[in-house]
């Protein structure tokens, strides 16, 4: 074994019945990981249940029982982090049926966001193009992700508007629905009160949004003029559906906030009408997007498939710095079969951007695809059947 290099950021990970693994200890003793196995080992389950710790979230499932390997009732994820601040270990208890348990350092959490920011983590993976691809609410909820990582906070803020969203739209489904059947009520003075906190709630989220957004469109930037070593400029904004002037990003906090409540208002009287009688929520910022323009050309219709993936790996890349520069800490990188798919040359970018600054964990099913480079400094991890069956650092 040897010897940490570098303060190893995530130490150790430690899995008890999580998918397709029995029990597994995982030691980190590398500042590159690189988990190696055939398809269906259990390659992308171990860097879901770093995301889960990170996150609270996985990306491929929302239900807790996917994640609880078959035939057993509960599952657990433990991870050991090394911070500035002190060790912290972060314990997520997963069940077939029931509520999750959350348990820092001891401590069982009451509300599990809490938690959030314990591990700050971006992944990469092949399912990231549809950034670029997909619809508004693929970008959307990346960009939740990264504004939680910034901050934690906002994992609260976004439970509180989705709860008036959701009230609010059950109030308009019912307008909708007597007006239909002919005996249309007054509900004026009800959806007056949701409107009020519609836009409070809501532009907690625009703020935030459109502040994460400013701060990674000139890393984002730079990083894919780096990269694509071309003269392509990257435009990456906030789309939001509250149509705000620019001028309020300038104003003071108060001020942008009383702004942009103003505005969100004004659209929510302006569309009335129309939510009335199609019974849901028009207005707000659940139907933001982020704008990506390649020399000011939508990105989705711009370029090759390794464009599109430049593209992706330029935002990942400054989701990184930006969660750096915020947090104080370096996050830690996974990277889910995307190496392979990079030629050399953005492999080598990918290496000298991250060199041994961002612990990384990358997973892959033929090492061949990789550069001698990335072996160097690497842990080798070989992954079969839910288990890690070799080691070699
Ligand atoms: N809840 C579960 N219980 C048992 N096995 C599971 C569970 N969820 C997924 N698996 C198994 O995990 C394997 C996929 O693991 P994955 O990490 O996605 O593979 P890869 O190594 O290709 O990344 C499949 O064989 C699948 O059947
Ligand atoms: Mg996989």
Known sequence: MIPPIFP???????????????????????PKTILVGDNAQGKSNLLEAVELLATLRSHRTSRDTDLVRST?????????????????????????????????????????IDGLGSLNAVEFSSLDLE??????ERRRSWLDGLVVQLEPIYAHLLRQYDRVLRQRNALLRDCAKQHREGRPLDHS????VWNAQLVVAGTRLIRRRGRALARL??????????ISGRSEVLGVSYAPNVAISPDIWNLEATEQARAIETAMLAQIRDRAEVEYYQGTSLVGPHRDDVSLRVDDAP????GSQGQQRTLVLAL?????CAIESVVGEPPLLLLDDVLAELDLNRQNQLLGAIADRFQTIATTTHLGAFDAR?????????VRSGAIVSTSA
């Open 8 to 30: 190893v950021y995530l130490q150790r990970l430690h899995l008890q019945q999580f998918r397709n693994y029995t029990e597994q200890w995982v030691e980190f003793v590398a």
């Open 72 to 112: 057993q009732e509960a599952a657990r994820v433990t991870g050991w982090i090394e911070r500035r601040t002190g060790a912290i270990e972060l314990g997520l208890s997963l069940r077939r049926v029931g509520r999750r348990t959350l348990i820092r350092s001891g401590e069982t959490l009451r509300r599990q």
């Open 131 to 136: 950034l670029v691809r997909g619809g508004p």
């Open 189 to 192: 003075s009800e959806l007056k």
């Open 217 to 226: 469109a000139p890393l984002a930037a730079r990083w894919h003029g780096e």
């Open 299 to 302: 990105a989705k219709q711009y």
């Open 316 to 320: 990942k890349l400054s989701e990184l």
């Open 374 to 382: 990335w072996l160097d400094s690497a842990q080798i991890l070989t």
